[in-house]
């Protein structure tokens, strides 16, 4: 299912009638352009914020580095004889969290969920409308998206994070959210800077990375960030090579410096270990033990220049002229309801593009409107699974739960399971027994079944919850017709997969699940979401050492260096329960034609089935083999929307960058010479074209 004409159009709606960074004013900032230059609008931010931050003392420049305490997740009081806006932030990195007002803004899919869609249009989406209520909030920056790659499987906070396991994915999928969030004249935080990719002991342990892998793939979601205008990044808790995030030269600098980002660094909250403005932090959150009077005194010694002062405060000012915080003023409240009738659409319509048809065994699904008539819902579907916990989770005023939804969608009221031939039958199988005696009543089973996390802590496995293999084990047995709905913050293991006919992934899909689910269940919508991460066939099946994770006295070391996720399957010729890259669709979809050169490859999709529906034809690039690569690196994907018997040509670019590797020598990018081969299919173990080219 490609993202519905009503949900693009709102996106780009909301985009049209945003809050960038203007380019014709009023006659009220033209008035105040003599005493004011900062206020003229033709000049870029960049000057702006120069000619604003020659006109503070010091005193207020200082007072714009780190956080004081307010009303929002993060506060920095404002300059009021300069009309410096206060700067509010909140998180989080898939809605608006305000606990003091639960149900107050939408609780939208988190960022896996997304990035499962594949679907640049899908992300805009997003972040438009996360943007636009954090507006209405009253708030100025919002702390997300999530960029992290999602190297440990059992990762705590994998939910947040779109890159999924590949940073071509990353470096992609993160930009039309950072455009959405900004074009709503809200400032977007691309976080956790960098290697945040385990929580057991995220506040001490150092994450050992070398240098290639950590710019060939950590390093690149960040880097799309950057390419797409970001405005602030926040760096991690934990240490990279022995150095904290907040305080790492060799991190920072290559942000500031090879990627060549010009928004300023906060930190996360608590992460600051020193007076680090040297390094490359630029703000404190959310209080000032350092960088309050320490860098106060360090200013007055002179030991810290003036200079690198004025750098960070500039880097702050020019991204609120560049979102339009000075020239249309956000006097939005933090009390505002700023969830509607319209998102809750959208946040439906969002989590079926994200939903992944895994397997389905005897075309049992889609349903049929009118000839299913007997249903057994078994496990969470009273009470799903909708969210993460943490600064990513965001209580919803009310969830579309799938056993309400099917109800109403069956016509069915009052309390009774049946009326006439129609039966939802409902257990929420805690007695095992039980729920199998109900699958049987039935014409079909819908177990659904999942596992949450949160932030602060790792999985401590990768099954679902509450018993939930032995149910499904139970129901598949006592009803051959079975299908099984996982909600799942990352990877998930499935050892009933050959004994059900149906399984479908939502991810964390939230607060519309129900509606989502039984579009797709039904066939309103056709599935085409895609597996960001790789589905393994037991725990910790790529083999990590305790040095590898959670790490020893504190040191987590690479040495698996790019082989996770779909590489180490690769690498090691191991078949996943479920690849990469997969999902499936109502419809067949034929590949043909492929043309290779260093500049493109091309390749023809054509809709062999009886319905229309989205495919995500997946590039995968294998370098010669003197380059020290993976097997094959994804290096292109693009949704496409194709009625019965439609063909069209799927052209994927390429760039240099694309067809380099990291020279640890030189410190910088070297392109590649020899033999290459591309491989196009619908996932990374579904290839159906390849084609050779030399560079």
Same mark, same amino acid.
């Given at each position: ?78 300059? =009021? ?80 994070? /779109? ?5 071509? /994915?990353?470096?992609? /999928? ?135 002062? =004025? ?257 180490? *399957? ?20 034929? *590949? ?41 690196? /994804? ?61």
């Amino acid at each position: 299912m490609a993202l519905s004409a009503t949900a693009v159009l709102l996106a780009l709606a909301l985009c049209a009638t945003a809050h960038p960074h203007p380019h014709h004013g009023s006659a009220v900032h033209h008035q105040h352009h003599a005493v004011k230059p900062w206020m003229n609008i033709r000049d870029t931010p960049e000057d702006r914020a120069k000619k604003l931050v020659a006109e503070m003392t010091t005193e207020e420049k200082l007072s714009l580095l780190h956080g004081y305490p307010g009303e929002y997740v993060g506060n920095v009081p404002g300059i =009021d004889r300069l009309n410096v806006p206060t700067q509010k932030f909140n998180d989080g990195p898939q809605g608006f969290r305000d606990n003091a007002r639960p149900g107050s803004s939408t609780s939208w899919p988190s960022g896996l969920t997304v990035a499962a869609s594949f679907d640049l249009n899908v992300m805009l989406a997003w972040g438009t409308a996360m943007g636009k209520e954090f507006y209405d909030k009253g708030a100025n920056v919002q702390l997300g998206p999530g960029l992290c790659i999602a190297r440990v499987p059992k990762n705590g906070r994998n939910f947040e994070y /779109l890159s999924g396991e590949d940073p071509h /994915l990353g470096y992609h /999928l993160v930009q039309p959210v950072i455009k959405g969030i900004q074009s709503q004249g809200v400032i977007a935080n691309a976080k956790h800077y960098v290697n945040n990719n385990q929580e057991t002991d995220r506040n001490s342990v150092s994450e050992n990375v070398d240098e290639r892998t950590e710019n060939e793939i950590y390093y690149q979601p960040f880097a799309g960030a950057v390419d797409a205008g970001v405005g602030s990044v926040m760096c991690s808790y934990n240490k990279i090579n022995d150095t904290y995030s907040c305080e790492n030269p060799v991190t920072l600098g290559a942000l500031k410096n090879q990627m060549g980002y010009k928004g300023w660094v906060m930190s996360d909250w608590g992460a600051t270990h020193s007076v680090s403005i040297v390094q490359g932090l630029d703000q404190e959150m959310p209080g000032g033990t350092y960088f309050g009077k320490p860098l106060e005194a360090a200013v007055q010694n002179g030991s810290i220049s003036m200079a690198k002062v =004025d750098d960070s405060v500039v880097r702050i000012m020019a991204q609120y002229f560049a979102v339009g915080l000075f020239d249309k003023p956000n006097t939005n409240k933090i009390t505002n309801n700023v969830t509607s009738a319209e998102h809750r659409s959208l946040c439906a319509d969002l989590s079926a593009n994200s939903t992944v048809l895994l397997q389905n065994k005897d075309n049992i699904l889609p349903f049929s409107h009118g000839k299913t008539k007997k249903f057994a819902l078994i496990g969470l579907a009273k009470d799903p699974i909708t969210h993460g916990g943490g600064s990513g989770q965001v209580v919803p005023a009310n969830v579309a739960d799938p056993l309400s939804v099917l109800r109403s969608r069956l016509g069915l009221t009052g309390d009774q399971p049946c009326q006439g031939e129609v039966c939802v039958y409902f257990s929420d199988g805690s007695n095992t027994q039980e729920a199998a005696q109900m699958a049987k009543m039935a014409e079909v089973a819908v177990v659904f079944v999942g596992t949450t996390s949160h932030e602060g802590a790792d999985r401590t496995s990768l099954n679902v919850d509450n018993n939930g293999d032995a149910l499904v084990a139970a129901v598949a047995a006592a009803q051959a017709d079975t299908v099984v709905v996982v909600a799942t913050p990352g990877a998930i293991l499935t050892p009933w997969r050959a004994n059900v006919k149906g399984i479908v992934t939502n991810f964390m899909p939230g607060q519309e699940v129900g509606t989502a689910i039984w579009r797709i269940l039904f066939g309103d919508a056709n599935p085409s979401g895609k597996l960001p991460i790789t589905f393994p066939n037991t725990d910790n099946e790529q083999g990590f050492t305790q040095n590898q994770w959670p790490g020893v006295n504190k040191e987590a070391d690479y040495s698996e260096k790019m082989l996770f996720g779909y590489r180490w *399957y690769d690498a090691h010729k191991v078949v996943p329960a479920f690849p990469f890259g997969h999902g499936l669709s109502y419809t067949t979809f034929e *590949y043909s034609s492929i043309t290779a050169s260093a500049s493109s490859v091309s390749v023809t999709v054509k809709n062999t089935g009886s319905v229309a529906g989205a495919e995500v034809p997946q590039l995968y690039i294998s370098f010669p083999a003197s380059a020290g690569e993976p097997p094959q690196v /994804l290096r292109g994907f693009s949704k496409v929307m194709l009625a019965p018997g439609q063909a069209t040509t799927v052209t994927f670019p390429l760039t240099s960058r694309d067809l380099s590797i990291w020279d640890i020598s030189t410190h910088s990018w070297a392109a590649v010479k020899g033999s290459f081969t591309a491989a196009v299919g619908s996932s990374s173990r579904d290839l159906r074209q390849h084609a050779s080219f030399t560079v």
